[in-house]
Every structure is written in C-alpha cells, then in structure tokens.
C-alpha cells in the first residue's frame, strides 16, 4: 500500500492533517500491510510505530486516539468516516477497519473471463 493512498484517505475523512497522530495512523496502516503484522498486538505496532518516530507507544496510542475522535467529531461526510473507520470508540479496532477497507479497495480486481 502507497503512503499518499493512506493520506488521501484520511484527507478525504477530513482528519487533521496538523495532529501527530495522522503520521502515526499512516506509519500503523503501512506496517499492519507487512505480512508479519497480520494478526498484531497493539502494543507491539504502537511500540514499532514509536520507534519509527522517537516516541514510546502510549504517545502513539493516545495520538492515534486522537486523530480517531478529531475525524468524527469533525463535520465532514459522515458516510466516508463510516465506511472508513466507524463510530466505535476503540483505537486498534478503528485502525484495523480502516486497512482492512483500504486493502480490499486497493487490491487489483481480477479480469473477467
């Protein structure tokens, strides 16, 4: 999965681009797109995520947190946030719906025969 698609997808979610965490969610969905991250602990991507960034993990779990509440909270196009990440309050799970959708949208159709 390409950085900018990342981005692009949390831009269109209207999710501040000024926060922390929007680095944070990106570095997460590109690692979780690693075959050995796919099952993984939190702790472990937040931790790697941190390493990736100078911070410990509880800075990126709060951050991501953060830039969770800030898109819903936003008034943005509540469909693309929906679809995207939902409404639940749960950081891994939001973040594990939004590349879970992100794959199945990127991964190349099969040609009809």
């Given at each position: 999965?390409?950085?900018?698609?990342?981005?692009?997808?949390?831009?269109?979610?209207?999710?501040?681009?000024?926060?922390?965490?929007?680095?944070?969610?990106?570095?997460?969905?590109?690692?979780?797109?690693?075959?050995?991250?796919?099952?993984?602990?939190?702790?472990?991507?937040?931790?790697?995520?941190?390493?990736?960034?100078?911070?410990?993990?509880?800075?990126?779990?709060?951050?991501?947190?953060?830039v969770f509440r800030s898109t819903r909270d936003?008034?943005?196009?509540?469909?693309?946030?929906?679809?995207?990440?939902?409404?639940?309050?749960?950081?891994?799970?939001?973040?594990?719906?939004?590349?879970?959708?992100?794959?199945?949208?990127?991964?190349?159709?099969?040609?009809?025969?």
């Amino acid at each position: 999965m390409e950085r900018e698609v990342v981005e692009n997808v949390l831009l269109s979610m209207g999710t501040p681009i000024r926060l922390k965490g929007f680095k944070y969610v990106v570095d997460s969905i590109l690692l979780l797109d690693k075959p050995e991250w796919s099952n993984p602990k939190w702790t472990a991507l937040y931790g790697c995520v941190g390493t990736l960034n100078n911070v410990n993990y509880s800075t990126v779990e709060s951050a991501i947190r953060t830039v969770f509440r800030s898109t819903r909270d936003r008034n943005c196009d509540y469909d693309v946030i929906n679809h995207y990440i939902g409404f639940d309050c749960d950081s891994s799970s939001s973040l594990m719906r939004l590349y879970l959708t992100m794959k199945k949208e990127t991964r190349p159709q099969a040609e009809d025969t």
